[in-house]
């Protein structure tokens, strides 16, 4: 056993924990200030999954029951599946509305809606060993076709990270909303976000950015620093708000 691993391990686990202890902190504080309406998630075959019921004081949870009358998705700020059966990954990818359940994804892809699937949620990874190849690799392919609808596919204990992101999003929606016009015209290069989150990350990889000035009191959340050093965009910290000018 490496024992070198396993407290670099334990060391990334602790430093990512205090982040996210952090990001909480500075959640809690913006809502004090701020009151906001608690984010709705629609919870699908999501009973193994335990996380759901130790955030429910900060989330809206409701759990999908097929039994129900159809659902209104419009509320619902993120749609999160534990589980998919190959025919309900098949039917999405192919925008086959058949069942309560693809008929929900897709008009949630619709509406532009945050859906994540649960990766140890696939129902027909048992057959990996068994299944021709050829037959799986058109099933991986489905898998990727739904990620180009904007699906994202999580691990499990990735899940109160993500709706973490989700909330700072609509926090910082929020603030830029109440934010007074100046007359500073910033960089294009300039953050302005109090938190940096990967779906943040990933609009600035798509505007070309290779650098991104911020504040040194921004904080940056792990999975956005993993992508960020990924893709090779730097970090500049500065003293003061909007690298240094005064608004």
Do not use: C
């Amino acid at each position: 056993m490496n024992l070198e691993s396993l407290d670099e391990k334990s060391l990334i686990e602790s430093i990512t924990r205090e982040v996210m202890k952090k990001l909480e902190e500075r959640i809690k504080k913006s809502e004090l200030e701020r009151p906001i309406k608690k984010d709705k998630i629609l919870a699908i075959a999501m009973s193994d999954h335990k996380i759901l019921y130790e955030v429910n004081d900060r989330y809206d949870v409701d759990e999908f029951d097929d039994a129900k009358a159809p659902i209104d998705i419009n509320p619902y700020d993120v749609i999160l599946l534990g589980s998919i059966s190959y025919q309900e990954l098949v039917h999405i990818s192919m925008g086959l509305a058949n069942t309560k359940v693809t008929t929900m994804v897709i008009e949630a892809i619709l509406r532009g809606k945050k859906i994540y699937i649960v990766e140890e949620g696939k129902t027909y990874s048992k057959y990996e060993d068994t299944a021709k190849t050829n037959f799986y690799k058109m099933l991986k392919g489905y898998e990727e076709q739904v990620v180009a609808f904007g699906i994202e596919w999580i691990n499990a204990n990735e899940i109160n990270h993500r709706l973490l992101d989700v909330r700072i999003e609509k926090l910082e929606k929020i603030n830029k909303s109440k934010m007074l016009e100046g007359t500073y015209m910033p960089k294009e290069d300039d953050v302005h976000e109090k938190i940096i989150t990967e779906s943040i990350a990933k609009q600035y990889k798509e505007k070309g950015l290779k650098r991104l000035r911020m504040n040194k009191n921004t904080i940056v959340t792990p999975l956005a620093q993993d992508y960020l050093r990924d893709h090779k965009i730097n970090m500049i910290t500065t003293l003061t708000q909007n690298g240094g000018r005064h608004l």
